[in-house]
């Protein structure tokens, strides 16, 4: 018996639907959306770190300098807390009980002035502190603004294929 070739199968496909996915196939390769942004990310979250970090050595640093600056001022307090009551005691014992009345020394102005510079150092205390604390708050929003800048868009879904219409096979 003669053999027989095995048939092939052959089905009817509308060319349209073939050349339009071929032709999305082809937009799509030339576009490459996909590994710029993944590539410029990185890089991007790379230089935010950077700077976060140099902000924060910065800020460690100011706020030592301000801390160092609180305890100065707070020491020159005290000193002329101590030096004025010297004084006050200096001027009892010069004086003593047999002080002629004519020789005494009125310290009312001195100890008004020294009281006037306390209070002088006291603001000047309150002002660090409110300059810390602004310096700190402008820090963390400049750090925020610099990271929601950088921050990469995002990439755009692929459109979806557009379905065939119900009259064609596949």
Do not use: H, W
């Not at 937009?27 to 990310?41: C, D, I, N, S």
Request: aromatic share 2%; net charge positive.
């Amino acid at each position: 018996m003669p053999r027989k070739a095995p048939e092939a199968e052959y089905e009817l496909v509308p060319v349209s639907p073939i050349k339009r996915l071929e032709r999305e196939v082809e937009e799509l390769k030339k576009r490459k959306v996909a590994q710029v942004p993944v590539e410029k990310l990185g890089d991007n979250i790379e230089k935010l770190n950077e700077q976060v970090s140099k902000l924060v050595i910065v800020n460690i640093n100011l706020q030592a300098k301000i801390t160092e600056l609180l305890i100065k001022n707070a020491e020159l307090i005290e000193g002329v807390t101590e030096m004025v009551q010297l004084l006050k005691r200096a001027s009892e014992v010069e004086m003593g009980p047999e002080a002629k009345p004519e020789l005494k020394i009125d310290l009312g102005p001195v100890t008004n002035e020294l009281k006037s510079i306390n209070a002088q150092n006291a603001q000047i205390l309150e002002g660090f502190k409110k300059l810390n604390e602004y310096l700190f708050r402008s820090r963390r929003r400049e750090m925020l603004g610099r990271a929601l800048e950088s921050k990469p868009r995002a990439v755009p879904a692929p459109t979806p294929l557009p379905k065939p219409p119900e009259g064609e096979s596949k």
